[in-house]
């Protein structure tokens, strides 16, 4: 019994991951009275969605390193986990959900007094023959484990079972798979229907130099391909076909993006947007009284473009999930929580065949759609000074606002150590800070690291001289 | 002839490297007809002085290749250059300057329009016996050449002619060369009188860090010791003897830190502060009408202490003197100058055995100098997911404002690829941006480079949690 109600209090959270099991931590600390249940559909709670691909790779040798928290541990701190659980329905009038045991069948009603939704979201599968039946998804541990499992059996002969896999989707997770694959001596094709990897995260230039190292690795790029047909035999994929030719594939490996798990936030009435994801407020609100909602199942607000995107990452979705956490338990006594989510500029990175990549804000397809006027730069530099040894290579690219100078993007693509020198930029971005000002800001320099001007600030110089703004440096 | 006056306008250089060159330069994209003349006292100009130290250890061939540009190609772009010349004195009313040319021993005035003086910063030698008769300085290319050459030379046996070496002076140079000489199969001990290394950039905390990594490298360390006599023969050092013991050094080495070049500015009636470098104004402008200066040799207004202070860095040389351009092209028509050096938040980074520092704004020392109340974190995390491999360590220290929580300060040690990091610091030290504001901001995330929560923003959240700030994560 907790609370001033006299009653217990409920958190019902319907999801295990980041956001849902973030959140349960928070009020757990927080509340030790409160009766906290969580319900998730797999096997796993809290893991890392992102370590997967090298957990097919085996960079990352077991499954469960990639766990940071087992059912049993939430359980230990006095939760109610239901795994292998799915909700199917919410009824906010009655607040209860409507939950389906996977194993046994049954199904019941669970009551709330407050309901977190953070179902997450789905792997995208396009309408592809034969793509249902034989292709595999990462999107889950169990997926990712099922994948490494099967890429791990041996044929009769003595050799690996799969000698030749097809990746469909080009975006960070099927490069990096893709990649993953060729470690393991798997040949692999990549195809997108886009003209090149990445669309959504780097403008075409900047996909080139990534291209080039996939290629320089030993991935097959089939772009600007439409997959066609699956085929199998034996309930294992043989070939895929898409629009340009046929390849030989033992495995499908799909990963065409994902879509918010919306469905449960309908059932309740909970308004969606645009992108098909739950829409919320900066307290991680929904609009339905006593529903919130976290991480990839909700629409956050771009800073840079001022419009609603669904941005599926494990970064955003533990924030939301402490923001939430911390406006729940101020709603029981009707008030409002102190945090609040501020929304994101688009920040990513990865890395691919010892290349690093980061991106951040809007790139220029970003921000023709978002009838921002701007500038861009690209220009080629070096990683540490252009006299040392090893100076590597990075490609550079800002784009700056017109009138104003505000810093509305950047990628970088790099063979040195760069992919975290975008969150400089990503502060650039959500702060509003211009390229007149990021010139003169005090960052560091060593041979080791770079030239004298920072590369983020030879590129600020860059676009103040082309926006002819002042002062030009 | 150039300008409304009908008469050649002269500006005149002091100091041929960072501030000086980048500021003649600007001058002459700027104004094709105006007469620039520079003086410089050594055999160089525009060069690395950071990248003397891995000239020094051999992972930089040549000295040429620290060269940006040589004085030649300075002439062909229509400037004269006065190499091997000293400047002795100004006259501001006159509008001259007393120069002495070093190889014929010739005095003459040259007269100016506008003066800069990038004078730099001379190696500070403390007052002890045989140290100024024995020592080598590597403050100047010339110098880190010299070097170079003794470490270079065989013995009569056959062997090298330096097995022992001596190094003064415990900051950001003297590790490098200590490193440089380790690297080089040289004995090296590194005294310093403080009990810590960097003492000024580091907290006593996170500097024991390094100098684990310094010794387990094979360098000796003698810290909280005083150098009490350099002793020699036939012109070469034999050993020093400090307060706590005597060792061999066949070379020793002064890297105690360098003192502003401020004779000439003050023979011209320049204002020097308290740091005693010149004091400038956004402009850098001097006291004293017709006179800039910048670079090494002045004093720099410090973001987050609210103090002045005499910043040594080929960063700040390149865009003050930029800044001093644009302002001295403007004084001639009776304007200002749209560029303003901000000041500095006192950011750094370097490389030590493979271990990465980077620190930014105020230490704890810094801290309690500058009277402000604060809260500090020290932590340990991994560079990488704590489930990849070779995930790393990284020693974090973050300190922030206890009323209002602004960034104060930060401290990044690690053995993964961190220091650029530190930037992210930089910039939120320089902002004024909260701990609260920034555990909220969108750093990018991916296994390779961390984990979910960036490692500043681990530091940020527990900086509001200490200090009882809202709203707490």
Not at 153 to 174: K, L, N, Q, S
Not at 344 to 368: F, M, Q, Y
């Amino acid at each position: 019994m907790s609370g001033s109600t006299g009653k217990t209090w409920r958190l019902l959270v319907v999801g295990g991951d980041a956001a849902g099991m973030t959140a349960a931590s928070h009020v757990r600390r927080a509340d030790p009275g409160a009766d906290i249940v969580v319900v998730e559909r797999g096997n796993h709670t809290s893991y890392s969605m992102c370590g997967i691909p090298y957990l097919v790779g085996g960079e990352v040798d077991d499954a469960d390193a990639l766990v940071v928290r087992t059912p049993e541990e939430f359980r230990e701190q006095s939760m109610t986990v239901h795994m292998r659980t799915e909700a199917l329905s919410a009824d906010p009038a009655a607040r209860t959900v409507h939950l389906r045991d996977l194993e046994s069948g049954e199904e019941r009603d669970e009551p709330y007094d407050a309901l977190l939704i953070a179902t997450g979201a789905h792997p995208f599968t396009p309408d592809v023959e034969g793509l249902e039946t034989f292709g595999h998804v990462v999107h889950t541990l169990d997926e990712g484990e099922a994948l490494r499992r099967h890429l791990d059996e041996r044929a009769v002969a003595g050799g690996p079972a799969v000698r030749d896999a097809a990746v469909v989707g080009g975006g960070y997770i099927g490069m990096e798979i893709a990649e993953a694959l060729v470690r393991r001596g798997v040949d692999a094709v990549l195809i997108d229907r886009a003209a090149q990897v990445m669309n959504k995260a780097l403008d075409p230039d900047m996909a080139a130099h990534v291209e080039r190292a996939l290629r320089d690795f030993g991935v097959k790029l089939r772009l600007g391909e439409d997959l066609k047909v699956v085929t199998g035999s034996g309930g294992r994929a043989t070939e895929v076909t898409t629009s340009a030719g046929t390849y030989p594939a033992d495995v499908v490996i799909l990963a065409a993006g994902s879509r918010p798990n919306a469905a449960l936030a309908e059932s309740a009435g909970c308004a969606l947007g645009g992108t098909g994801a739950v829409v919320v407020d900066a307290q991680m609100r929904t609009s339905v009284e006593g529903v919130w909602a976290a991480g990839d199942v909700v629409e956050s607000r771009d800073l840079v473009a001022g419009l609603r995107r669904n941005v599926q990452l494990g970064t955003h979705a533990n924030k939301q999930g402490k923001v939430a956490a911390i406006d729940l338990l101020a709603a029981r006594h009707g008030g409002r929580g102190a945090a609040a989510f501020p929304g994101v500029v688009g920040t990513a990175v990865t890395k691919v065949c010892d290349w690093e990549i980061g991106r951040t804000g809007l790139h220029e397809g970003d921000a023709r759609e978002a009838g921002v006027a701007y500038a861009a730069t690209a220009f080629d530099t070096t990683a540490r000074a252009g006299y040392m040894a090893d100076a590597g290579v990075v490609h550079v690219k800002m784009l700056a606002e017109e009138r104003t100078g505000r810093v509305l993007g950047c990628q970088l693509v790099g063979s040195g150590n760069v992919a975290k020198r975008i969150d400089v930029a990503a502060v650039w971005c959500q702060l509003g800070v211009t390229v007149q000002q990021a010139q003169l800001l005090d960052l560091s320099y060593a041979p080791p690291f770079g030239g004298v001007w920072d590369l983020l600030q030879v590129a600020a110089r860059k676009l103040t001289h082309d926006l002819g703004l002042s002062p030009q440096l």
